[in-house]
């Protein structure tokens, strides 16, 4: 295992990929209870998904701003796992595009259900949950 607090052009690389990431934030339950999530890593390094302006995840953020993601490879592939952690933030602008971009990423939009699932997100309010790496844990067998 390795850490430093920077996505590396490998890890990016595997983050790009269709996969679940698993998202904590720091207030709440003990131990905190990870979600899955649709996330994009940017080119800047930091982590992004969407999520509604009064989730429970963006109230415990606001009170707390730590949150990590972690990531892992699928059952079938080799065992492959990113961890970011780090000060997560709340972003107002863009959150319907991001979940545009991420719904093209997970789902195919030629099924009219899933199309469907879509315009009924992007008619409600999204906001962009920011994690801003401090910490990237990486490992690879």
Do not use: C, N
């Not at 590396?8 to 996969?19: G, I, M, N, S, V």
């Not at 998904?49 to 606001?62: A, S």
């Not at 730590?66 to 990113?82: F, L």
């Not at 099924?111 to 401090?134: G, S, Y």
Request: no cysteine; aromatic share 8%.
């Amino acid at each position: 295992m390795s850490s430093d607090a920077s996505l590396t052009a490998e890890d990016l690389e595997f983050l790009r990929r269709p996969l679940h990431g698993f998202l904590s934030v720091a207030k709440g339950p003990v131990p905190p209870q990870p979600r899955p999530v649709w996330f994009e890593a940017t080119a800047e390094g930091t982590i992004q998904l969407f999520t509604g302006p009064d989730t429970l995840k963006v109230r415990r953020v606001r009170d707390d701003p730590r949150a990590s993601i972690v990531v892992a490879a699928p059952v079938g592939e080799r065992e492959r796992w990113v961890s970011v952690a780090g000060r997560a933030t709340v972003e107002t602008d863009g959150g319907r595009d991001l979940a545009a971009r991420l719904a093209q990423r997970y789902w195919d939009l030629g099924d009219p259900v899933r199309a469907k699932d879509l315009a009924e997100i992007l008619a409600e309010d999204q906001v962009r949950f920011v994690i801003h790496p401090e910490r990237v844990s990486r490992y690879t067998y």
